[in-house]
């Protein structure tokens, strides 16, 4: 498989220099340049196939003869020492739990391939990489937990001061070693805005720069490893993936599955009050615009940057986009009530950004009566937003014991402003290309 740009679809360019670019020169986002038809491979998947054993096998369909399916089956069983499962709140509704890796969210499978990948490539070829990474909260600390200690790889990560939640704060900022994290005195936009403009600028150039962020292939394309073993578990029944939404990342790797053959053939996109994508899906018209602040912080996002190639998939025809993708936009007020509901009725404790999923599970079953399932991604552990959690339903959550380490630990950041020349300068003063 080649990538090509979803600016411009000329130049190909192999998955190694895709994983390591991040971005396009032309500031596009890096895409398959067809979309392989593995219908046959996915319906002929036993019934008990493994999570590894999936992820291994698609891994070496994608992408070799580049990489060859031992170094995919190296490369996955180093990355994934945990996997998903499926908990079923009723008949009709089920939650996908993503959040049992390192940092407790679904960014962990993402991150983890990707490191495993860098690290696998490097270790050939002697080289380093530096990885700029914006997060709205649960990127940061997946990736921070998938890289560290990782000898020729070193991680910087900016996020918005103030606007991730404390135990979120905490996964960044107290690693140190290879990671460092930069507090932005400013929005995740702020954040994206700063680490894309990185990538292209020339006083840069000189500098190994890659990204973690979902505009990464390396970091997408195991997203979609999910999504089939999902549907390989549930294939007897007719559901419908719900994805909490904000950068667009995770439910692009869904649909990019969908592309290539997997018989899943509708996804709802749930957004909190920073609805651009539900505002496009309904008048055609795309408003990027400054994101909100809200419960569910780590979907706080104005412009995603993966609406570039949801577009460039569905050929920015919107009518197009409209029959693989569903729509629902959930208020804060909602978020908490579902939250509450959730607890009460299914004894369920759940995040912020999953309540913002259920509450659009229920908004589609209510207008669907016929025979449908919803399967909610469940992006993170309730333990990571106590505060959330807590104000909703007045229960704390227990915290697994990869949070709980955290709760004593200094934090240490780099108070940063919020202009592209403020991480220029950084870079410059801090970071060396050998």
């Known amino acids: 498989m080649k990538f090509v740009s979803t600016r411009n679809h000329n130049e190909k360019v192999s998955f190694t220099e895709a994983l390591f670019r991040g971005l396009a020169p032309d500031g596009g986002l890096y895409r398959p340049e067809n979309n392989p038809d593995l219908n046959d491979f996915f319906l002929s998947l036993k019934k008990d196939a493994g999570f590894n054993e999936i992820s291994s096998e698609l891994t070496a369909k994608l992408l070799a003869p580049e990489i060859s399916g031992e ?127 990185a990538f292209t600028d020339p006083e840069l150039s000189f500098l190994p720069l890659s990204s973690a962020n979902s505009i990464n292939l390396g970091r997408l394309i195991p997203q979609s490893f999910y999504y089939v073993w999902a549907w390989n578990k549930l294939r007897d029944s007719n559901f419908t993936f719900v994805v909490p939404s904000g950068n667009f990342g995770n439910i692009t790797a869904g649909l990019y599955a969908a592309a290539w053959g997997l018989p899943a053939k509708r996804f709802i996109a749930a957004t909190n009050a920073n609805d651009v994508v539900p505002e496009y899906l309904k008048t055609g018209k795309y408003n990027p615009r400054a994101s909100v602040a809200t419960y569910s912080n780590a979907m706080d996002v104005g412009a995603p940057s993966n609406f570039e190639r949801l577009t460039d998939l569905y050929f920015n025809n919107v009518d197009t986009f409209r029959k693989n993708v569903i729509a629902y936009s959930v208020s804060d007020e909602a978020t908490l009530e579902t939250m509450k509901n959730t607890y009460k009725k299914y004894n369920y404790l759940c995040c912020p950004h999953t309540a913002v999923g259920i509450n659009a599970a229920e908004q589609f079953l209510a207008e669907n009566t016929k025979n449908e399932t919803a399967l909610v991604l469940s992006t993170a552990h309730p333990g990571k937003f106590v505060e959330t959690v807590k104000k909703a339903t007045g229960q704390s959550p227990q915290l697994p014991p990869q949070l709980a380490l955290l709760l004593n630990k200094e934090k240490i950041s780099v108070p940063i402003g919020n202009k592209n020349e403020d991480l220029r300068n950084w870079l410059l003063e801090n970071k060396t290309a050998d």
């Open 71 to 197: 170094t995919a089956e190296k490369i996955v069983n180093d990355a994934f020492t945990f996997e998903p499962a499926i908990h079923e709140l009723s008949p009709k509704l089920k939650i996908l739990e993503l959040f049992h890796g390192p940092s407790c969210a679904f960014k962990d499978f993402g991150a983890s391939f990707l490191a495993s990948a860098m690290n696998n490539l490097l270790a050939g070829q002697g080289g380093k990489a530096i990885i700029v990474t914006a997060t709205s909260g649960d990127t940061g600390s997946a990736v921070a937990q998938a890289f560290h200690g990782k000898e020729r790889i070193e991680v910087v990560i900016l996020y918005p001061s103030g606007r991730v939640s404390p135990l979120q704060e905490k996964q960044l900022t107290t690693l140190g070693g290879n990671v460092t994290a930069l507090e932005v005195k400013g929005s995740f936009d702020d954040c994206q805005r700063m680490a894309k403009a």
